[in-house]
């Protein structure tokens, strides 16, 4: 299987978005956020989305170089327009925008429209921890969840991210979906050519399936929950559709029109409620607490959010970051396609 160093993606992705019309800057910061994400083991919004991203300048959906506009704004608040260009360029300006404004205030919120896919939320949480602020961040994005109790797709997977600064040894930030499983989750088994766990997704019929290409057939990922508890995930969806969507004025998931993702970002400022070292004193006496308590049968320990990312980290950054091999080839194809001839090639495992 094709093994890849985190520099090597780097150097495969800046070739690739340059030879696809991004200026150098956006090029090589795009690539760092993609392998950032396939360093932490999400996979799901790392390389892979290469194929889509260069897919999406063709199409003339991402516009790369384009200007970013603050439509709306007060000294604890922003709206911006990103003019659908690559949107981790366009939430990496929000989210400094909003850890400027919290400078200043308790707490700001920064919202985007026309925005494209930002990747993995978690790496803009950890913008504002990283500044002794805690972040919060919430995206929607296109239909692909049922309702709790419903067949067809009428939420986004609706991610959610919390960080908070801390002296432990791994970064204390918590990424997840508000569906089951983040949609990419089920490209990279697709790619892979594995079947999914029953309780990911029904098929276009509402049944449950364990075929992964069901839920590009009309399928739907099922609510955080899913049969037994997804009123939990279903609830938490629809807040985040419109804190992301209405809020943003980026629109609701569910509308026809709908694409890109609409970005809600916030930042709370530690001091102006407590010290920040008092505050990660008592964080970290949580997590200590938590950390020595007693596990369950069949467990060996208490993993604490951020945790499973940091350690993945150190090992693919001793031992190398695996590519599908449909993953590899699709990413060989566009480079050659764009005459990009001197890419890096993997070790071979």
Known sequence: MPIFSADQLMDIGTKIFLAA?????????????????NLAGHDSHGVIRIIQYVNDIERDFIKPGVKIEIVKETSSS????????FGQVIAKRAMELAI????????????AFNCNHIGRLGDYTLMASRNNMIGIAMINSTKFVAPFGGKERMLSTGPISFAFPSDTEFPFVIDI?????AEGKVRVMLHKGEKIPYGWIIDKDGKPSDNPQDLYDGGALLPLGGDEAGHKGFGLGLAIDILSGILSGAGCAYEDTKRGNGVFFEVINIEKFI?????????NELIRAIKASKPRPGFKEIIIPGEPEYLTEK???K???????KTWEKIKRIAKKLGVNDIPQPSIN
Not at 21 to 30: D, Q
């Open 21 to 37: 019309g991004a200026p150098i800057e956006e090029a090589k910061l795009v690539s760092e956020f993609l392998v950032r994400a």
């Open 78 to 85: 922003a709206i911006l327009n990103g003019n659908w260009g």
């Open 100 to 111: 400027e404004k919290a400078k200043n205030n308790a707490a700001s919120i920064v919202c």
């Open 319 to 325: 031992n190398g970051i695996y590519v599908p091999e």
């Open 177 to 181: 979906a508000t569906s089951v499983v």
């Open 315 to 317: 090992i693919r950054l």
């Open 275 to 283: 010290p920040v070292e008092e505050f990660k004193r008592k964080v």
